[in-house]
């Protein structure tokens, strides 16, 4: 038998991309495209796989003094084993070294007992502060557009004809504005307050998430009369997944319901790519209503991911690092 069952993963970005979503992955954050843009930030990936291909995992990386985090957004993908999740910790640490070791990975498949009985049964536990939202919103898609609207709600499809009355209208951005965009979301932060996620608002940020997911990437547009840009959204298409990603919408365009007529405008957008369900990315029904609402409406239907595992070594200080280490760690 061998010594562990992961192995580092050679091959190129576009090999481990299609890897990872023949392994069904759920969300953008195991793609290659996203370690490339959270480079600019200082994070370093490591790609590893097990033997048989099953499973596969992309941590993104730092160190600091004797500390190694290793971060996985929606990973491990696949089907983990038992020997594979309680050998993945020695395997971090063999590529990455240091004397204290933090690893998190936030599982994005669906929410299920024996999975999630796996993680503690091999020393993983759940942290006490989540990262991300494990509770998010997911409907069925089809490629005819005229089902599209169909799983609206009533007062949703009001609100798209209120836009489309008031002659706004949504295409696909084929070469998109990083400023522009970067101004909508300052606008919404001046409004409803700061993003967890800032560099949403910074236009060089923005440019570089565009180059890093390139046509992976679906970004729609709603404009008014005179041409001029209400609101945007964006989501990541892989394989048969879409995942909500960028919404930023200006105050003149809440007004009318530029929003909703940008959403429906995206998800015939990523139908027409062949995704055939599509991620709200996230939902809180009790602190942020109106999002929640919104996305509800559009057809989402109520999902929870496996959710969040941290594991850390030594054992003793866990409390300490873990808590200092969620105050820095964003997905």
Request: charged fraction near 20%; aromatic fraction near 8%; proline fraction near 3%.
């Amino acid at each position: 038998m061998n010594q562990t069952s992961w192995r580092p993963f050679t091959g190129s970005e576009n090999e481990w991309d299609a890897l990872v979503i023949q392994l069904d992955i759920q969300t953008p954050f195991q793609l290659s495209a996203w370690a490339r843009f959270r480079a600019t930030f200082g994070w370093q990936a490591l790609r590893l796989t097990t033997s048989d291909n099953c499973t596969a995992v992309q941590f993104l990386t730092r160190s600091a003094g004797p500390l190694r985090v290793a971060w996985a957004a929606g990973g491990p993908v696949g089907n983990p084993s038992q020997v594979a999740l309680r050998e993945l910790p020695a395997m971090v640490k063999s590529h990455l070294g240091g004397k204290v070791l933090y690893l998190r990975v936030a599982d994005h498949q669906s929410r299920d007992n024996a999975r999630e009985q796996l993680f503690s049964q091999t020393g993983w536990s759940r942290p006490r502060r989540e990262l991300v939202n494990n509770h998010t919103l997911i409907r069925h898609l089809d490629a005819n557009d005229s089902t599209i609207g169909s799983a609206y709600s009533t007062n949703w499809s009001r609100n798209l004809r209120r836009g489309q009355q008031r002659n706004v209208v949504a295409d696909v951005w084929a070469a998109p504005d990083s400023e522009i965009m970067a101004r909508l979301h300052r606008d919404v932060e001046s409004t409803k307050g700061s993003f967890s996620a800032d560099w949403r608002a910074r236009a060089d940020s923005l440019s570089d998430l565009i180059a890093c997911f390139g046509a992976r990437l679906v970004v729609v547009r709603a404009v008014d009369e005179s041409d001029r840009i209400l609101s945007i959204r964006a989501a990541v298409v892989n394989g048969a997944h879409a995942f909500d990603f960028l919404a930023a919408t200006s105050s003149d365009g809440r007004k009318c319901y530029a929003s909703n007529v940008a959403m429906h405008a995206l998800l015939g957008a990523v139908a027409a790519r062949g995704a055939t369900s599509y991620d709200f990315g996230g939902v809180d029904p009790k602190t942020n209503k109106g999002v929640y609402d919104f996305k509800h409406g559009a057809g989402g239907v109520e999902h929870h991911y496996v959710g969040e595992f941290e594991f850390v070594s030594p054992g003793i200080i866990k409390p300490i690092v873990s808590k200092l280490v969620a105050l820095r760690l964003s997905a």
